[in-house]
Structure formats: structure tokens, C-alpha cells
């Protein structure tokens, strides 16, 4: 087995990140949505620069790019990402616990008495004899995704140190506000990274990797009613509320979310306020397919041009915004990236667990932006949530996948 990440090494770089708490704020339209993003930031690039032989551009909204040059000529151009925010469903002010020598037992949390046991998460199981890193209830641990970045910082100190070792340009770049929308993702410069292939950590445990995601759009659709005092209301109070709720019903009853999976897509009604002078109706579009994906959209044009023919015209408006795209089209266009990651597994002993994602990530607006990014494990489980834990071994073997991924490629094994 190969070992040039090394344990301690990345599990203490790893709960160094963890201590700065950079919960995203999704009522802060700034980016970043919070201060302590750029804090975290500050403290990979000095981590970093202190190797000597990393160029850093660190933005005003957070954006970092650290970059390692080629030491062999002709090779393609790699970026790491990873996002510096976590989710805002807890807050991520962590107290980590490492739980040594595993053994199948519950374990306590002990600010809260929550427990993580393998009754209610099997794949605890896996990873007997091991250290595994949990929260202590109180929050959430972040491996979402500071086990990405640690992962990248470990493997870019390895290159550094190991002149053999072949590899084209590197780079890591950290993003902003993932969880809230892919903000960062959306504010970056891809075109300007002028690279080959991406690669995000974030994906959960130990050999998962996505091979597509779906397409996601949004609908915005304002209403604008009549308003009348209802003794005489008859043949001229138009109510906004209504107009809406026909909306609703002339959706396909079977695509919502709670009745599809699997690369099934659905209309999502998400948000509906207003009185009878007005409303706006918010809804989500997602599927796998760009045709089924348009038709989504042209279905919702209809629909309204049916209401508006009924109704005046300027009073419903549609808005329709694509947020981002499925990778699997990019990756297509780049085989060799899949098939590294494939080859990255076996050469590790790692069993390949392909992902469809019912969601999206960076990757998913960086592909369609030109580079095609797939997203593979942080070696995390229970993300988003107090029993986010992180075997050491797993964590370590993320490092590792990122090294022989590289390797892989510059050799053009893979190919
Ligand atoms: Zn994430």
C-alpha cells in the first residue's frame, strides 16, 4: 500500500481548519458570506508559501488560487478545489474528538449525549480498527469540506518535497459560499486557470465519485392581481393568489421531489407569497437529460402563456435562470480524467462506487464553464449534519487519490 500521505500529518492539518468557524451565511449577499472564509484562506496560503515554491493570488472575495509549476514539460494542467465554507444547517464553531482504535461501539458526543451508532449508520462497520474524527455534538465537523483542503495542501507538500516525482502544473483553489447557491464557483475565472482537468473533494466516503449530476434551473414567476372590496367584487377582482395556485396545479403531478429518484426529474414548488394584489411563486427545475431539461422549461412557458392569454398579459411574468449544468458532457469530452480516477482506485485497493448526483456541486458549474471537474471522496460521512465523522485512514487515502491521480495522468496511463 502506498504511504506517502502521512496520517498524523493530514489529520493535523486537517483539525487546524476545522477550528476556524466558517458556517456560510445565506442572508449576506456578500461574497464571502462570511469573514472567516478569507481567514481560512489566509491560513492555507501561509501554510503554503512557506514551502517557497507556490504562487499565490488570494482575492477580496475569497477566491484562492495557489499555484505549483510544472517540474517536467508537456504535461497537463491540474486544479484541486475545494470549498472553504460549510453548511449553514449547523454552526461550524467545532470541537473535534479523535476516537481511536474503533471497534464497532456507539460513540458519545459528549456536549450533547448524541450518539453515532453503527444501528443507524451501518458503514461505521467499515472502518473497525481505525481512528475515526468526530464532532462533540455540538456542531458540525466540516470535513465538508476542510478535508478537501487538507487532502490538497498534504498532496501539493508532498510534490514539493519529491523533485522525482512527475507532474505538469498544479493548482489548488479555494472557493467561497458552495453551500449557498456554488457562489464562489460562479464568481470564478475559469477560462483564466487556462488548465486540463479539475478535481473536487466532495463527495462522502471512501471510493465515491460522480459521473454526472443534473441539470438545475429556477422559475420566478410574478403575479399581479385586481383588488376590489368584495360586496362588489364580482367581474373585477382578480386574485394573484389564485393565478398562482393554477400554476401549482397544472404541474405534472408525479415530478416532485418526493415522488421521484434516481435520474428522475421533477418541478419543485418551492416558494409561494404574496396576497391578492400579489405573489410570486419561486420553483426549482432539475433532470439529468438537456432535452427533458428544456422541455421542463417549455412547459412552464406554456402554462403561462395559456394563463396569460386568460388573463392580461403584463400581470404574470416568467422568469426562467439556468444555475448549473450536468458534468457528465464535459467529462465525456476529457476520457482520460474517469479513467484515472478508475485506475487511482484499483492501483490504492479502493472499491469504485459511481455516483449519479441528485445535486450539484462545484464541478457542476466549472464544467460547463469550459473545465471538465469531477468530484471525487473527502473520505466523510453524515455531511451537513453533528454526526459528520471522518475515518483517519480514509481522510489520508483522499491525500493518496489525489497523488496518484496526478501520477496517472502524467504518465498517461491511464489513457
Ligand atoms: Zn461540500
Known sequence: MKKRINAERIV?????????NTTAQPGNQHLPSCDNQLQLAQQVVDELSATGCIKVKLEDNAITTLSLAANTPGMPAIVFFAHLDTAPDHTGDTHAQRVK????????LPATGEVISPADFPELRHYLGQDIITTDGSSLLGADDKAAIAAAVEAIRYMVASPDFKHGEIKLVLLPDEEIGIRGAKALDVAGLNADFGICLDCCGVGEYVIENWYAGSAKITFKGVTAHPMSAKGKLVNALLMANEVINALPVAERPELTEGREG????????????????????????????????????TIISQLQRRF??????????????????????????????????????????????RGGYDGSVITPAGLPTVNIFTGAHNFHS??????????????????????????????
Open 386 to 415: 453533528t454526526t459528520e465523522f471522518i475515518p483517519v485512514e480514509s481522510l489520508r487515502l483522499a491525500g493518496e487519490m489525489l497523488l496518484e491521480i496526478v501520477e496517472l495522468i502524467a504518465k498517461g496511463t491511464a489513457a
Open 312 to 357: 392580461d398579459r403584463e400581470n404574470i411574468i416568467l422568469e426562467l435562470s439556468d444555475t448549473y449544468g450536468n458534468v457528465k458532457e464535459g467529462l465525456d469530452k476529457k476520457p482520460l480524467i474517469l479513467a484515472s480516477i478508475q485506475q487511482a482506485m484499483q492501483n490504492l485497493g479502493i472499491t469504485p462506487k459511481p455516483l449519479t448526483m
Open 12 to 20: 493535523d492539518t486537517f483539525l487546524g481548519y476545522t477550528t476556524i
Open 101 to 108: 482504535n474503533y471497534q464497532g461501539e456507539d460513540i458519545v
Open 266 to 301: 421533477y418541478f419543485w414548488v418551492q416558494k409561494l407569497v404574496g396576497d391578492t394584489a400579489h405573489a410570486t411563486l419561486d420553483l426549482a427545475i432539475r433532470d439529468f437529460e438537456i432535452d427533458s431539461y428544456q422541455h421542463r422549461k417549455s412547459t412552464l412557458q
